[in-house]
Structure formats: structure tokens, C-alpha cells
């Protein structure tokens, strides 16, 4: 059980268009959703919170405009690049806390997204 | 603001050998920590979660300690071996909130 899912893993695309990507939990429904960024060879790095039927929360320094989170279910939450730039090219990874686990509950992270902007 | 730093940035070590992989963090107010294995180009895989009232958990050859208050974990592998190469995270969240504060890793290659 507790599985994330990210889709798609990888994704390449021209400067100035928009990348969607999904973060689903396969087995199990999720009040809260995050979203990280992981350079190369650096650590990971928290964009976002993502709440079902609410505002995603962004970290300080964190485009909203650009970034957009939106968490339509208990089973997903979506990031989309807008107009991306060859600066967003990254490794974006998803994690998600199950549902009335108490706030703190373990989190369980998806595989990744590979983005890479031309 | 909370900062994690992990030491050493890269070990090699040869396989069967015990290793300990430490971890630091600024601002002992956690409610938990969490060590988690990623493989290259690939997500997290979470290996323990240890709750601010423990001090160690244990899973096959891994146990992890933490040391709230002087603000340290360490990671134990025993006899290690090839598939244990990996980068090594650890991740401590915060008292309020749910955010988690990660470190910068450590990339281990254990040596047939």
C-alpha cells in the first residue's frame, strides 16, 4: 500500500510552452499534497503544499504564477509549468500524506518527473 | 530557518563492510526525521521514520539513532553490499506544519 504515482516520468519540451504533470495516490486518498524540485546533485527543495478544494500554499521565492498547483481530488494533484524556460529544466517529485492519519502522518513520494526544457 | 547537513557528501567503502552515515540539523523542534535511499534519476524510497519520543528504529541491517536535542541522526548499515549504492537523504520535519526540511545527501558506492 501507499503508493504514488507520477506522471509522466519524463517530458521534453520547447521553451515558452506549458508542462502539466499529474501526482496520483494509487491506494489510498490524501487531504495534502507536496510538491519538490531536486537540482542536480542537490537536495530537494519544497515549492509547495497542495490541499484538496483549497489554495495551494508556495513556499517564499516560489513563482505562483508559474507554478500552478491544483489538487481537484482526494487521489491528485497536478503542477503546471507555464511557459517554461530552460531554467525550469529539473527533476520534480511529489510526495502525499494519507488522509485522517493525524497531521503529521508519514509521507510517501512518487517517482519523479524529469523535465527538460529546450 | 531549519538547516539539515549530511557528512560525509560521498562515501566508498568495500562491500561487507559496517558504515554510519550522520546527519545534522539546526533547530531541534522536529517532530520527526526520516531517512530516505534514491537512486540515480530516480524518486525516494523511504527507508525509517524515527518520531521525535524515539531514539532508534531498526529495519533488516538498518538502524537509525536520533539525538533530538543535540540535533543528530545517524544511519547504520551493516555488512554492507552493492545495492546499497545509492544516495542517502535524510529529512526532518518540523514541529508546525508538514513541510519537510531535507539534507544534501550523501552518495554511497560500496565496492564489489
Known amino acids: 500500500g501507499a503508493v504514488v504515482s507520477q506522471h509522466p516520468s519524463r517530458v521534453i519540451c520547447k521553451s515558452g510552452t506549458s508542462v502539466k504533470i499529474e501526482c496520483r495516490s494509487l491506494?489510498?486518498?490524501?487531504?495534502?499534497m507536496f510538491w519538490y524540485r531536486q537540482f542536480p546533485k542537490k537536495s530537494l527543495m519544497l515549492m509547495a503544499t497542495?490541499?484538496?478544494?483549497?489554495?495551494?500554499?508556495?513556499e517564499q521565492g516560489v513563482e505562483k504564477d508559474k507554478f500552478l498547483i491544483n489538487h481537484a481530488s482526494l487521489t491528485l494533484s497536478t503542477l503546471t509549468v507555464t511557459s517554461a524556460h530552460p531554467e525550469d529544466s529539473s527533476f520534480y517529485i511529489c510526495s502525499a500524506s494519507r488522509s485522517g492519519r493525524g497531521r503529521f502522518s508519514e509521507q510517501f513520494f512518487g517517482p519523479g518527473t524529469r523535465l527538460t526544457v529546450l | 530557518k531549519q538547516e539539515v547537513t549530511q557528512i560525509p557528501a560521498a562515501l566508498s567503502v568495500p562491500e561487507g563492510e559496517n558504515l554510519v552515515l550522520n546527519c545534522s540539523f539546526t533547530d531541534s523542534a522536529i517532530y520527526n526525521l526520516q531517512w530516505f535511499r534514491q537512486d540515480p534519476g530516480k524518486g525516494l524510497t523511504s527507508l525509517l521514520l524515527i518520531q521525535s519520543s524515539q531514539r532508534e528504529q531498526t529495519s533488516g541491517r538498518l538502524n537509525a539513532s536520533l539525538d533530538k536535542s543535540s540535533g543528530r541522526s545517524t544511519l547504520y548499515i551493516a555488512a554492507s553490499q552493492p545495492g546499497d549504492s545509492a544516495t542517502y537523504l535524510c529529512a526532518v520535519r518540523r514541529g508546525t506544519g508538514n513541510q519537510f526540511y531535507f539534507g544534501t545527501g550523501t552518495s554511497l558506492t560500496v565496492i564489489p
Open positions: 491506494d489510498f486518498q490524501a487531504t495534502t
Open positions: 497542495s490541499n484538496e478544494g483549497s489554495k495551494a500554499t508556495y
